[in-house]
């Protein structure tokens, strides 16, 4: 009887996991940036609900060089952004920080794997792949404000030479603060739309505001309204 209890425990130990590892589902993903060229060292967040402005439910390891990540994650609906940070907080983003944008929806309810493509971007130069940057800028700053006039937390502000779209806007800050406020750098002696936004400004944005931004002069002050979105 001692010699099939100690059995039975070497067992237990053994084996006892393997059902509830069983259940669990492989999520992988690609980090790349706005050239096609991997991204190493980002990390994939993972949400088990949309709100994405909270610490993450799982958090994944860094990705390789060749930009491929894993995390094993039990079966379920989870919303992802990759992100390449210097520590491991939820936010916000500040510049010199890349993000992936708005979350990827990954229904791992009855998938055993899935995977995804990730592309991230200088919250700096979001939208700017194409453009030179421009030898001198203006600072804008203020706050993004609701239709009550109330400070709006955790929103983007964004720069474009279009009043609306549905690509990414030319210049896009880091979130906003508690107090609304944020700062957003954009070329001088340019006509741009400006808008803040609650969320990244994708699929359909339009601007609340237009600036022309003066030369010779570095710092403009201005209050923000919310997009349409």
Known sequence: MRGAAFWAVVWLLLFGSVPDAAKAALL?????????KPVAG???FVYDTANVRRPATFISP???????VAITVPPGTYWVVARLK????YGPLMPGEKHSGEPAVMDLTAEAELAQEFT???IRDM??????????LVRLTGRVLDSGGKPVANAYVFASAMKEGSQIPDYISAWTGADGSY?????????????????FPSPAWRASTEV??????????????????
């Open 28 to 36: 992988r993903g690609r980090v790349a940036d706005i050239d096609g």
């Open 42 to 44: 980002a990390k994939l």
């Open 62 to 68: 860094p990705s390789a060089g060749d930009g491929t």
């Open 86 to 89: 210097k520590d491991e907080s």
């Open 120 to 122: 991230v971007a200088d």
């Open 127 to 136: 939208g700017r792949k194409r453009q030179a940057i421009a030898a001198e």
């Open 183 to 199: 700062t957003l750098m954009i070329p001088a002696g340019q006509r741009y739309y400006v808008g803040g936004s609650t969320r």
């Open 212 to 229: 022309m931004t003066p030369v010779g002069k570095t710092d403009v002050a201005l209050d923000v309204g919310l997009a349409l979105e």
